[in-house]
């Protein structure tokens, strides 16, 4: 593992800069990759974990710079839930840890550093400093995760009968004797024009 000032500088690079919310997620995936015992995500480690996130803001690239987990190799998981919270899941023990940024630090940001006017500036800044249990509520927690959610998992790829688009990962539906993808069973986030 990098110190927490590489891993700020890291998710300055791959962010574009440095907000309070890359400072909770590097803090965020750091606690929960000591707690699983993960040490070298990146490196011999980087096939035990799997990292569920539930909000899609800056947190989230900085939990991704420090674990390496990414949607591309999925290893990385969202859930839009709207929450600065993540699980991490080494999935050769099968633990998981759920971490959740705490409420109650945002005021205790403005308690520690008064002296600075902007709210963005108190956080970075005391975020760095806080002790992780006034930061985050912890977990431990169990997830699930069927062969196809795993990275690497090669299944069968389905046509739907619709449309005749592809399907990897069991994500068809099945209905009336019918195999459909998502979007033409109905669940769109699209209109065709």
């Known amino acids: 593992m990098k110190s927490l000032d590489e891993y700020l500088h890291d998710a300055e690079q791959a962010h574009g800069h440095l907000c309070a919310g890359q400072v909770l997620g590097v803090r965020m995936a750091m606690l929960g990759l ?4 993960i040490d070298d995500p990146r490196g011999k480690d980087r096939k035990r974990l799997v990292t569920f996130v539930e909000i899609d803001r800056c ?6 710079v420090v ?4 949607l591309g190799k999925r290893a990385l998981k969202f859930r839009d839930w709207g929450k600065m919270a993540a699980t991490f899941v080494d999935v050769t023990t099968g633990k998981a840890i759920r971490v959740a940024a705490r ?7 403005r308690q520690m550093h008064p002296e600075l ?3 963005n500036q108190q956080q970075m800044l005391a975020y760095r400093e ?3 249990e006034d930061l985050f509520s912890t977990q431990w927690v169990k997830v699930e995760l069927p062969p196809e959610e795993f990275p690497g998992y090669k299944g069968e790829r389905v046509v739907c009968e619709a449309c005749g688009e592809g399907i990897n990962f069991r994500r068809e539906v099945r209905r009336d004797g019918k195999v459909l993808c998502c979007a033409c069973a ?3 986030y699209y209109e065709p024009l």
Do not use: I
């Open 103 to 109: 409420e109650s630090s945002k005021a205790l940001a």
């Open 130 to 132: 806080m002790p992780d």
């Open 67 to 70: 674990t390496g987990c990414r």
């Open 186 to 188: 109905g669940e769109k």
């Open 59 to 64: 947190a989230t690239d900085a939990v991704t």
């Open 117 to 119: 006017e902007s709210k």
């Open 34 to 37: 000591a707690k699983l015992a």
